[in-house]
Nanobody, 119 residues
Framework: QVQLVESGGGSVPPGGTLTLSCVATGTIPIKTMGWYRQAPGKQRELVAHITTDGKADYGDSVKGRFAISRDNARRTVYLQINSLNPEQTAVYYC??????????????WGEGTKVTVSS
């Protein structure tokens, strides 16, 4: 099995920069890595995801400056959030797709790491 271990969340002042990380334990190959977020009272939404070869896509509803990256050797995905504002306060969830074949995949979710932006 694969478990996703998230870190980097916390309380930060507006305008700051925060980097989240997510490590996938186990040995099952990981394809797409990504991040979702869920603000209080709202549904979970896509922030960004990135393929094995580094192609990144970002959600339509995300605000602020985001940069997703990955380190395949470390089985880790990162999300850099620049110019944080209170509207970005949410629980951020790591999401990764594991696959042992091109026809079979498994979606894994992290427990979430909370990002609070306030003065």
């Amino acid at each position: 099995q694969v478990q996703l271990v998230e870190s980097g969340g916390g309380s930060v002042p507006p305008g700051g920069t925060l980097t989240l990380s997510c490590v996938a334990t186990g040995t099952i190959p990981i394809k797409t890595m990504g991040w979702y977020r869920q603000a209080p009272g709202k549904q979970r939404e896509l922030v960004a995801h990135i393929t094995t070869d580094g192609k990144a896509d970002y959600g339509d509803s995300v605000k602020g400056r985001f940069a997703i990256s990955r380190d395949n050797a470390r089985r880790t995905v990162y999300l850099q959030i620049n110019s944080l504002n209170p509207e970005q306060t949410a629980v951020y969830y790591c999401n990764e797709v594991g696959s042992t074949s091109e026809l079979a995949t498994t979606v894994y979710w992290g427990e979430g790491t909370k990002v609070t932006v306030s003065s």
